[in-house]
């Protein structure tokens, strides 16, 4: 009998696709849910760096702000699967995932 090898998966496509998939149940429009869903475990990736102590929580802080600041007039959240994601309004109207300032690219999460 041979003893298979443990299997490896990365957990970010994982944690994407099921924040997606959350989002798309709870009816947000089709362009949106992927976006949620790279922002959640990308949320989730830089959680997991600070407890391991190899983030820059400095910089972070300040990206942060920034970024808050900027949204402030227009400022929208979602909250998919119990994150608080900051929406933008993208060019066609739809509110997507804050990506550094700007609306998030489905296309991209999905390739």
């Known amino acids: 009998m041979s003893t298979l090898a443990p299997i490896r998966v990365n957990r970010g496509p994982v944690l ?13 429009a ?7 869903g790279r922002f959640v475990a990308g949320s989730s990736a830089r959680a997991k760096a600070r ?4 983030a820059d929580e400095a910089r972070e802080e300040l990206e942060r702000y920034e970024r808050a600041a900027a949204l402030k007039p227009e400022r929208q959240v979602a ?6 994601v900051p929406l ?18 489905a296309r991209g999460v999905r390739s």
């Open 16 to 28: 994407t696709l099921w924040a997606t998939i959350v989002a798309e149940r709870l009816g947000y």
């Open 30 to 36: 089709p362009e949106s849910p992927p976006t949620l």
């Open 51 to 54: 407890s391991l102590g190899i």
């Open 79 to 84: 909250r998919p699967p119990g994150r608080d």
């Open 88 to 105: 933008l309004p993208a060019d066609d109207g739809r509110r997507r995932a804050d990506d550094n300032g700007k609306p998030a690219s």
